[in-house]
């Protein structure tokens, strides 16, 4: 919480909520989704779009 009180010390902006980002497994995921992208670029027309949008909106929810 250090970091917060800098921000709030040195800018006078209080934050009540955040979000911690673990980088490596941002960089995996992004690899899984480009995965993904790359198999449904194998598919025919707008079916490919709709599971690609499926393919990530699980993993989003996985990832929660």
């Known amino acids: 919480d250090l970091l917060l009180q800098t921000i709030e010390n ?6 009540e909520h955040y979000v911690g980002v673990n980088f490596s497994l941002l960089a995996d995921l992004i690899d899984q989704i480009g995965a993904a992208f790359g198999l449904v670029l194998g598919m025919l027309g707008s079916c490919a779009l709709l599971v690609l949008l499926s393919l990530i909106g699980t993993i989003s929810v996985a990832m929660t």
């Open 10 to 15: 040195n800018f006078g902006i209080h934050i």
